[in-house]
């Protein structure tokens, strides 16, 4: 099989996913940290963001890690795949990767640019990793470059301090969740993992990364990032999928938050579009979250929504039964 190329940043949550991803799935690639000195690769690309996946056979480059890991499944079919053999787990599974992308992400960068310690660190292995040949001066100010465009960027992505108790409580939440049932054997929808923990994987391996959420993780849930340390390459990984009703509490907690928090954070966030607002409010878990509109992410739910619909009628009544009578109101 002729290698691929993975174009990437170790501070990347959806990088990460992918790497871990392909190493699970036995699939050749070759890594490139994407610097200051080898920017002309992405020449031409638009958006420029990573990770890049660039095809052996013509050398395409390729964005967007879900639509990386579904264009990689219909190329491999054959090779130990991502996605759960029933349709009713293989929709929930893409539901939790779409939630850690877009939601569970907010905590990543929370905890990164909210606490001073985190800025810090962060902000300067960023910069060893761009310009690994930078003076300490040129360091010092690819750091305050970064940190000022991304604390810029907190309220666009609704990490704001009003926000912050509802992302820090769901971070305190899903470490409960996976710290209870996950095992280098365990994963959510089998014994071998799925989109859904890759998904979960990339943002997490972050946080357990950044000061602030690494003490938290090692405090609270030090199994959960055992499990994301050997989650990096499961390539020896054998296992099978568990059957319809054996879903683990990890999963169906999961499943429970992704469609009491996600899902009407992704309709509120539709419904203010739709209006032509510019931001809009809703209330998640008792709490009233702000933000403003993000057009990327009607599209997220314009996805769901057509694989929900998609799916035969019994595979609908078990995934409405696990995400209840809300949650398919607005995927209907």
Excluded at 97 to 112: G, I, L, P
Excluded at 162 to 191: M, R, S
Aim: glycine share 6%; charged share 25%; proline share 6%.
């Amino acid at each position: 099989m002729d290698r691929y190329t993975l174009i990437g940043g170790n501070a990347s949550p959806y990088s990460l996913k992918m790497r871990a991803h392909m190493h699970y799935r036995r699939l050749p690639y070759n890594w490139i940290l994407r610097t200051e000195e080898n920017d002309h690769l992405l020449e031409g690309l638009r958006p420029v963001l990573v990770p890049v996946l660039q095809l052996p056979e013509d050398g395409s480059l390729h964005l967007d890690s879900t639509r990386l890991i579904y264009m990689l499944e219909d190329r491999h079919p054959e090779n130990r795949s991502v996605i759960p053999d029933h349709p009713a787990h293989a929709f929930l599974a893409h539901l939790i990767e779409d939630m850690a992308d877009e939601w569970v992400t907010k905590m990543m960068f929370h905890y990164r640019w909210a606490y001073e310690a985190d800025i810090h660190y962060a902000a300067r292995w960023i910069a060893d990793d761009r310009a690994p040949a930078a003076t300490e001066e040129e360091r010092e100010k690819y750091a305050k470059f970064f940190t000022d465009r991304q604390i810029g960027r907190m309220p666009i992505v609704g990490c704001t301090p009003e926000n912050a108790p509802i992302i820090e409580a769901g971070f305190h939440h899903i470490l409960a969740l996976l710290n209870a049932d996950v095992g280098q054997y365990k994963y959510l929808f089998g014994t071998r993992p799925s989109i859904a923990d890759f998904g979960l994987y990339g943002q997490l391996r972050t946080l357990s990364i950044d000061p602030t959420p690494m003490s938290i993780m090692r405090d609270e849930a030090q199994r959960a990032e055992s499990w994301l340390r050997q989650l990096d390459d499961a390539s020896g990984i054998e296992g099978d999928w568990y059957e319809l009703g054996d879903l683990p509490p990890m999963t169906k907690g999961m499943i429970a938050y992704s469609a009491e928090v996600y899902l009407p954070f992704l309709a509120a966030n539709a419904a203010a579009i739709d209006k032509g607002a510019e931001t809009f409010s809703v209330e998640l878990e008792g709490r009233l979250y702000s933000q403003g509109v993000f057009k990327y992410q009607v599209k997220c739910l314009g996805e769901l929504k057509a694989r929900y619909n998609a799916l035969p009628e019994a595979a609908k009544d078990i995934v409405g039964g696990l995400i209840g009578e809300a949650g398919v109101k607005i995927l209907r």
